[in-house]
Every structure is written in C-alpha cells, then in structure tokens.
C-alpha cells in the first residue's frame, strides 16, 4: 500500500485537461501578431517554465512588445473559456481514492489564486484540498517559494508528500520542496520530454494509482 501521507497536485494538465483550450488561445494571441500556427504536438515539444521562455521559443521579440502585452493577451483569452475545459477523466476516481485511502491533499499551481479558486469551485472540487495555492499574478513564473512554504506547514516527512504534475518544472519543484514525484503524460508536456528528467512516467491518473496502491 501506498507510504504517502498527503498528496500535492499541479492544477492545469494534471487535473484540468486544458491542453486544447491552451493552444487555441495561443493561437488567437499568434494570428493576431501573423506569427507561425502552433500545433499541439510542438507545443508539447516547447512549453516551460518560466513561461516568458515559452514565449521567446514561439518567436515572441520583447523588445518590439513587452510580455505583459501578449501574456496578458493570452490570460485574457484563455480565461473568457476556461470552464470549457473539463477535469480528467479519471480525475475525480482518484481523488476519491486517495481520500478514502486516508490521504490529505492539496494544490499547487502556477495560475493566479482567484482564477484558480474561480475554476476549483466551479468543478464543485474544492472539499477534496486542505489548502489550494496558487500565485499573485498570471503570468506564471513558478511556485517553488509557495511550496516550500506549504511544504513547512505540512510537517510532513521527506517521503510522506507525493507531488503530482505534468511538466518538468513539477520535477524541479517536488526536488526542491522535498516531495516525491510522479509525472503524468497527460498534460502539457510531451512524454519523450518527460522521460529525458524522470525515469518512470505515467500514462493516467488511473495508471499511477494503481501502481501507488500495489507498493
């Protein structure tokens, strides 16, 4: 059975299935400017955090016109859909799961904390967390500081917090709090990707669960 105490989830990817929506908004953002048509596939290939750097590999020039300009665009776009985007399919199992199992869990995420309240609530999730965090601004540039914080609240052991993304920077920031970690490729970053930073890679929640469960 599984050692964990309490689960940390990434947000958008892990559990809000968002990867459509995201590349449509870029879209709007790129056809605006007469930039290049962003597929889902490349757009797996480059997206990162900080996001300004996913910006630059688009092609964005910041000299011509600063960030807050398109990234703010883009949260504009991206937030007049967002309930269009549903959770995972297997979201709600598993987090059922987990609680029944006696987990705590909470969030993590690199969106503001109002949009971020906003969809939680509207998803009708919010009974499952002990504590949703997420950042002061959108326009995404981590949440290391944020988790170590809540990662000092927790008391937990080294081994007792499992972090839950979908990126490479949730690697960097479950190494950096001291949390395990446990990739999923079902979000916004490629599995090839995922594979070159973590070894063992999930292809569901239902996946990982499982395999939490049988350990």
């Not at 870029?26 to 797996?44: A, F, G, I, T, W």
């Not at 917090?161 to 960097?172: M, Q, S």
């Amino acid at each position: 059975m599984s050692k964990y105490k309490h689960i940390i989830w990434d947000w958008n990817g892990t559990l809000l299935n968002d990867l459509q929506l995201t590349v449509s908004a870029m879209n709007q953002v790129l056809l605006k400017r007469s930039m290049p048509y962003l597929s889902e596939d490349h757009y797996l290939d480059i997206f990162t955090f900080p996001v300004i750097d996913y910006y630059k590999r688009l092609g964005f020039d910041f000299e011509k016109e600063p960030f807050t300009i398109s990234g703010s665009e883009f949260i504009d776009r991206y937030n007049k859909r967002a309930e269009e985007a549903v959770l995972h399919d297997d979201a709600l199992t598993t987090l059922n799961a987990f609680r029944d199992y006696g987990m705590t869990q909470s969030i993590l995420s690199a969106s503001r904390q109002d949009y971020l309240d906003d969809l939680i609530t509207h998803h009708q999730i919010r009974d499952y967390f002990i504590k949703v965090l997420g950042i002061d601004n959108h326009y995404a540039d981590g949440k290391i500081d944020i988790g170590k914080a809540w990662m000092d609240e927790l008391h937990y052991g080294p081994h007792e917090v499992l972090f839950i993304g979908d990126t490479l920077h949730d690697l960097e920031v479950a190494d950096a709090i001291g949390a395990d970690c446990a990739l999923v490729a079902i979000g916004h970053t490629s599995r090839s990707r995922l594979k070159k930073g973590h070894p063992h890679i999930f292809s569901s929640l239902t996946e990982l669960k499982n395999y939490l469960f049988s350990n």
